[in-house]
């Protein structure tokens, strides 16, 4: 009975359909977090008869055969890079991207990574750093007699110093740009890590070569819908339903065959 299989495949599915699902809806509130999808593809067949095989001696093939599939199985958990909502938040370190790029984070293994959050703060070095403390890329230190701060869309960084009434460049923010954006390897804390789907980064001055502008004293909201997650989670409830009647049903004939005299 390979049915009991096949469906135990097809609850297996949705039970993953459902986990995504609901880690989509726990970041709805999350800054810059973009919602993933689960991709799904069908299981090796077995060939009863083949498609085209040879019927008879004068050479007559099979217009269609007999296949029975496995199953199904999770390709991959594809992650949907479209533009979230962008927030006004007042405060002038909060710094949203409207575009494809990725701000840069030097983590403390050395290592690059990407985030599209830009909830920034300055640590006790004047350092412009994530939530976690980690040093954005370039390195941006902000004077501690600063009293004004201000980033434009191409990333510069200026700061009015007191008792001067001109501003001074504190640097310029870079963004990057990924050729396959989704396939970065996201590692938590709103972090990306460059991967050989990804491809290398294109880092560059942002309002220059499509790689996004930065707006400050906004963020970017989540791009999570809430009504399609929603509708989404029934859908994967009632298949799994369906797939646990199938398991039932199967069980059933099962036993009628058992019980046979």
Excluded at 23 to 35: D, E, F, S
Excluded at 107 to 136: C, H, I, K, W
Excluded at 191 to 200: A, I, K, Q, V, W
Excluded at 221 to 236: F, K, Q
Aim: aromatic share 4%.
């Amino acid at each position: 009975m390979k049915a009991l299989q096949i469906a135990a495949t097809g609850m297996q599915a949705q039970q993953l359909n459902v986990e995504v699902i609901s880690h989509n809806i726990a970041n709805m509130r999350t800054t810059g977090y973009k919602r993933m999808r689960p991709e799904f593809q069908d299981l090796l067949y077995q060939n009863i008869r083949a498609p085209g095989a040879t019927s008879s001696e004068s050479g007559t093939t099979l217009p269609s055969g007999i296949q029975i599939g496995m199953g199904v199985k999770t390709a991959s958990t594809y992650r949907i890079l479209t533009q979230g909502d962008l927030t006004n938040t007042e405060k002038e370190l909060d710094l949203a991207i409207r575009g494809e790029g990725f701000f840069q984070v030097q983590m403390p293994d050395g290592q690059t990574a990407y985030t599209r959050s830009g909830a920034f703060s300055l640590d006790a070095n004047g350092q412009l750093v994530t939530q976690e403390g980690y040093q954005v890329e370039p390195s941006i230190t902000i004077p501690s007699n600063a009293r004004q701060i201000s980033i434009n869309t191409s990333g510069e960084v200026q700061v009015l110093i007191d008792g001067q009434t001109a501003p001074q460049s504190a640097g310029t923010l870079q963004l990057a740009k990924f050729v396959n954006r989704a396939g970065l390897e996201a590692i938590g804390d709103n972090l990306f890590l460059e991967t050989p789907s990804s491809g290398t980064p294109n880092t560059g001055t942002p309002n220059a070569d499509g790689i996004g502008s930065i707006l400050q004293n906004f963020l970017e909201s989540s791009n999570v819908n809430a009504v399609s997650e929603i509708s989404d989670l029934i859908a994967a409830q009632r298949a799994y339903e369906m797939n646990a009647r199938v398991i039932s049903a199967a069980d059933e004939m099962m036993s009628a065959t058992a019980n046979l005299r």
